[in-house]
């Protein structure tokens, strides 16, 4: 089936999706969880034959191992697909209840969004997560993996359609593109018809893509450029332990800081200090001039620095005169993702929460906390970097819309 | 200025716009509507110029109605600022509030989305309700309206920057477009570094047209095929009333019937009735061929008919078998905007909740309530049709986003 035919059927599968009780939903996801232990064997062998596919193709190590499935592995994703549906029920939630003027009594209901098409790359574990968590959350959705996973996603997915229909439910709930033309795709993308809302997951190469060519409303997620300011008051050995974290913990993922702002008055005695554990580290550091003057082995950096997100151990090091500086770098060079003030003079700190306009703003506290699990989400389906719908990180809620039940007993405009 | 510089000037306004506290905002307003009023000589007198303009370009009475403004309805005008002016605030409202499991506390708080881009008709007012509630909220705007109303609605942004000035906010909070060209408006949809939302107001030749042609995310508002189901247990004198007032009261509108179904089983003494009734409101019915056989009057109806929003005095009345042949029609032709069943039956009702996915959901009351004001949000920016975001009436709620703010003692991940 083409993509548009597989959204098409998607499309008309939510409409029973949407109205599934939650133990239904449950049900159907228990046994997604343990179908994927007990085929495990099938899984690994679809798998084996991307991967060594894939390894002819010259596909690098780094991406090699997060295309490879072993049976721990899979236990993981079971795992994963049991905390998702161990999670509340974000359908048919009352948001709000009154007595409008006229008499009637309105509800505000939360409830499923539709057709929510995932595009991601090679990792097989997506395929997992997005299917239990768009499932749960009473949507049906169409999922779109890289070209060199699709017999691994495909084994997930087989075992997600025989959990459906096991329990009665159209195995069109979930839906795997068959390696789709590059033409298909864009057609997929502007298909406002069949297609409720578009979420890429992966490069900012593959979401850029996505946000210049979908008419479908995307939600952004993911591109980290992430800041920690240490002001003037700080304390030292807290601010010290804060940015190894935000730097060094897991350079990779988008809530690493990028870019270190240390206010000019302490710089004499910070920089030098924390240029010298970030050495110990192994991370490179990219600084102004004034950062270049206080420490010898940093490179002199640019504008093209400040608006890079590293993903590595590469930092910025820039010294501001002050915190109002400190805000117009982040406002400039910034994605809005999660940015810190380590201070301890609550003006600064106000100064930074109010000027400041990022999903998360953290005081005292690392930004590798910006994420689902940690925020008391459970489970996220991506961090989004915009600001219409959801914000940060987003669960099963941020997965739901609302509408409103109007009960009357005649009443008229 | 260009468009694109107007829409940069916002972008940068936005940073201070978001911060002003809710008296400043309120005081800004209250001088705004006063301004009016003061002023209503020069806008009368700028909207004399437009509207022999358009005269002369042939516009239509009708247009040239909506584009008139005379001293009534500039004293509504700022009426309707100082009903902003009045509304709770919307920003810096707690929404959720918990300590998480590393320790750290974390607040969500609603915040303002930015520049919001609002694209309308010729319509002046639609400039002082956009202008108020974009700033109520924290956002900044570029207002786009048509041509043939620049100096009209020119006179009326003039008023509020005066308002903006006199009370030392920057007057690049509200910006109207100087009449910019195609490509121009074509460019200012697509600038996602400037341009946060863009809210079309008007035809839903408008909408399509920013749907269609934006890469800047939009919220549709507006297109509305509304429904009433008749229910074999209904109330006649009940759907009587309410089929009169949803159809009749304002035809024009969005929440408006375009289609009546009715049950089978009560076809032959409700549909003759009605059909009657509708005649003495001068309404004309298209009908499928049941009703055609009931009603010699009714015009034979088509799928085209049953996916038109009139507008007008018409209708479709359209016989079907039960509940869940209504639910069919309405998924299959309606615009999900608001939907009315009038039952005695639970089960029906019921049914009816469950199986239809429009914005409002209305058991025995008429779809005209569907309104910003009815509901209780105050003004309304519009009245949305999508699942992202906002669903039905927007008020200053649905023009705030928010973000989190977390606070800590040093905690790391």
Redesign the interface.
């Known amino acids: 089936m083409d993509l548009i035919s597989l959204a098409a059927a998607a499309k008309k599968a939510s ?1 029973s999706v ?2 599934l009780t939650n133990e239904i939903r449950s049900k159907v996801l228990r046994e997604f969880a343990y179908g994927l232990v007990e085929n495990a064997d099938t899984i690994i062998e679809a798998n084996a034959l991307d991967l060594s596919e894939a390894e002819a193709n010259g596909m690098s190590k780094a991406m090699l191992d997060r295309l490879m499935l072993n049976q721990s592995r899979i236990d993981q994703i079971a795992e994963g697909v049991l905390q998702v549906e161990q999670l509340e029920d974000p359908l048919n939630r009352v948001l709000e209840e ?1 007595v ?3 008499g ?1 009594h ?1 509800k505000k209901i939360s ?1 499923a ?2 057709v929510i098409g995932i595009i991601f790359e090679s990792r097989p574990n997506v395929t997992a997560d997005c299917a239990a968590l768009c499932f749960k959350s009473g949507n049906t959705c169409v999922l779109k993996g890289g070209k060199e996973s699709y017999r691994s996603c495909k084994a997930i997915v087989d075992v997600m359609k025989a959990a459906l229909i096991k329990n009665d439910v159209t195995p069109d709930a979930v839906m795997l593109a068959e390696k789709p033309s590059h033409e298909e795709t864009a057609e997929f993308m502007k298909c ?1 018809e069949y297609v ?2 578009l979420i890429p997951r992966g490069s900012s190469r593959l979401i850029q893509a996505v ?2 060519n979908a ?1 479908v ?1 995307v ?1 952004e997620t993911g591109a980290g450029i992430c800041h920690t300011f240490v002001d003037e008051s700080a ?1 030292f050995e ?1 601010a010290k ?2 940015i ?3 730097k060094c ?1 897991r350079p990779s993922v988008c809530n690493a800081m990028e870019t270190l702002l240390v206010h000019e008055k302490i710089a004499g005695t910070f920089v030098p200090m924390i240029a010298e554990v970030m050495k110990e580290h192994g991370v490179l550091i990219y600084g102004n001039p004034e950062t270049c003057k206080l420490v010898s082995e940093a490179r002199e950096g640019n504008e093209t620095n400040w608006a890079t997100e590293y993903d590595d151990l590469i930092m910025n090091l820039v010294i501001v005169k002050d915190v109002n500086e400190a805000i117009d770098h982040i ?1 400039t060079y910034g994605t809005h993702h999660s940015d810190c003030i380590v201070t301890e003079n609550e003006e600064s700190k106000e100064a930074f ?3 400041i ?10 930004t ?4 689902g699990f ?3 989400l459970g489970a996220e389906i991506g961090i989004s970097t ?4 959801a ?2 990180p987003m669960g099963l809620r941020e997965l739901t ?13």
């Open positions: 409409r949407r109205t009154r409008l003027a006229s009637v309105l409830s969004i539709g406002r409720d809302l946000v210049q008419k409303p939600i304390d807290m332990k804060i190894i974290n935000a913990s406002e929460f109010r000027g306009d990022s999903a998360c703003l953290y005081h005292n506290a690392s590798r906390f910006t994420d940690e925020f008391g915009q600001k219409l719908h914000r940060g819309t609302y509408l409103y039940q109007i009960e009357g007993k005649g009443e008229i405009r």
